[in-house]
């Protein structure tokens, strides 16, 4: 049986042991990594551009397909790029894109943005129809705008990396031409950036819908055939443009891309994917990500188009 002495020896023993335990400071916690700052960036129109705004390039009914174009003021004739914008198909994102447009024209090239139809006023291939209406028109155009209607690209994110993917693997597929603007006039073109898109409706969409899809394209089961035709997957072939693929670090994964990529390759068609660190989705509408994609886009139409 323990002593009295003892017990008391062990009562104080714990005191001294919770008091230093009590009184112990406590070790600094490591700082959470900061988030990427997005800082917003507005349209600064250079005095090296001029911006011809707002120029109809094809009419379907009441509905009016609508051009803004950047053309270098310095004399010559130039590669051109057509941008088109985002927004899941039913939203207009054009203001949004004019930073990336501007800084793309002051590299040397003329810059049109195109305004298409959205889900909301005409389903796909509307959209698609439209924007071949506005290449057709560049070309129509080029000694108006100095271009040279032999060097044009296309380039597109999001909803507008979808139809920058479908220009440039579709360029003279009759049943997606549409009949806008100038018919006589080709849609092939020389070089393709997809930003943050997916190229495979088909897979993405096989479980489950998203909204601005069914919206833009039906409900999937009831139009198969339509999510495939929309998926520029679907058309790769011999012939198609250098196809460069730019994605977000921080954005969901682009179904069909690396399939794609195979695809292009096995027919020796150029094509990278470049990955910006720590970008979100729509990465190029924000710094820093926006000069880091305006010099890939540059770079990678200067190698094709240049």
């Given at each position: 049986?323990?002593?009295?002495?003892?017990?008391l020896?062990?009562?104080?023993?714990?005191?001294?042991?919770?008091?230093?335990?009590?009184?112990?400071?406590?070790?600094?916690?490591?700082?959470?990594?900061?988030?990427?700052?997005?800082?917003?960036?507005?349209?600064?129109?250079?005095?090296?551009l001029?911006?011809?705004?707002?120029?109809?390039?094809?009419?379907?009914?009441?509905?009016?397909v609508?051009?803004?174009?950047?053309?270098?003021?310095?004399?010559?004739?130039?590669?051109?790029?057509?941008?088109?914008?985002?927004?899941?198909?039913?939203?207009?994102?054009?203001?949004?894109?004019?930073?990336?447009?501007e800084?793309?024209a002051?590299?040397?090239?003329?810059?049109?943005?195109?305004?298409?139809?959205?889900?909301?006023?005409?389903?796909?291939?509307?959209?698609?129809?439209?924007?071949?209406?506005?290449?057709?028109?560049?070309?129509?155009?080029?000694g108006?705008?100095?271009l040279?209607?032999?060097?044009?690209?296309?380039?597109?994110?999001?909803?507008?990396?979808?139809?920058?993917?479908?220009?440039?693997?579709?360029?003279?597929?009759?049943?997606?031409?549409?009949?806008?603007?100038?018919?006589?006039q080709?849609?092939?073109?020389?070089?393709?950036?997809?930003?943050?898109?997916?190229?495979?409706?088909?897979?993405?969409?096989?479980?489950?819908?998203?909204?601005?899809?069914?919206?833009?394209?039906?409900?999937?089961?009831?139009?198969?055939?339509l999510?495939?035709?929309?998926?520029?997957?679907?058309?790769?072939?011999?012939?198609?443009?250098?196809?460069?693929f730019l994605?977000?670090?921080?954005?969901?994964?682009?179904?069909?891309?690396?399939?794609?990529?195979?695809?292009?390759?096995?027919?020796?068609?150029?094509?990278?994917?470049?990955?910006?660190?720590?970008?979100?989705h729509?990465?190029?509408?924000?710094?820093?990500?926006l000069?880091?994609?305006?010099?890939?886009?540059?770079?990678?139409?200067?190698?094709?188009?240049?």
């Open positions: 049986m323990k002593t009295l002495s003892a017990i020896a062990a009562t104080i023993a714990v005191a001294f042991a919770s008091a230093a335990f009590a009184q112990a400071p406590e070790k600094p916690k490591t700082p959470a990594p900061a988030k990427p700052k997005f800082t917003k960036v507005l349209p600064a129109l250079p005095d090296t001029a911006l011809h705004e707002k120029i109809e390039c094809s009419r379907v009914g009441d509905f009016s609508l051009l803004d174009i950047y053309v270098p003021k310095a004399p010559g004739k130039y590669p051109a790029i057509l941008l088109i914008h985002g927004g899941g198909w039913r939203a207009r994102q054009v203001e949004a894109d004019k930073p990336l447009a800084r793309l002051q590299r040397g090239y003329v810059v049109a943005q195109v305004a298409y139809r959205l889900s909301t006023d005409g389903k796909f291939p509307a959209a698609l129809h439209d924007c071949k209406a506005a290449l057709r028109f560049l070309r129509a155009h080029a108006e705008y100095h040279d209607p032999e060097r044009i690209g296309v380039a597109g994110g999001s909803a507008g990396g979808q139809l920058s993917g479908l220009m440039g693997m579709t360029g003279g597929v009759k049943e997606l031409e549409g009949t806008g603007g100038e018919p006589e080709s849609t092939a073109i020389k070089a393709c950036i997809v930003m943050a898109a997916t190229m495979d409706f088909v897979e993405s969409n096989r479980m489950q819908n998203n909204e601005a899809v069914i919206q833009y394209l039906g409900k999937f089961d009831e139009n198969k055939a999510y495939a035709q929309a998926s520029p997957i679907t058309h790769v072939k011999q012939g198609c443009p250098p196809t460069l994605e977000g670090e921080h954005d969901t994964e682009k179904i069909g891309r690396p399939e794609m990529q195979v695809k292009l390759r096995a027919l020796g068609v150029p094509t990278e994917v470049i990955t910006l660190k720590g970008a979100p729509p990465f190029w509408m924000s710094q820093p990500w000069d880091e994609t305006a010099k890939a886009a540059g770079d990678w139409f200067d190698k094709y188009l240049k």
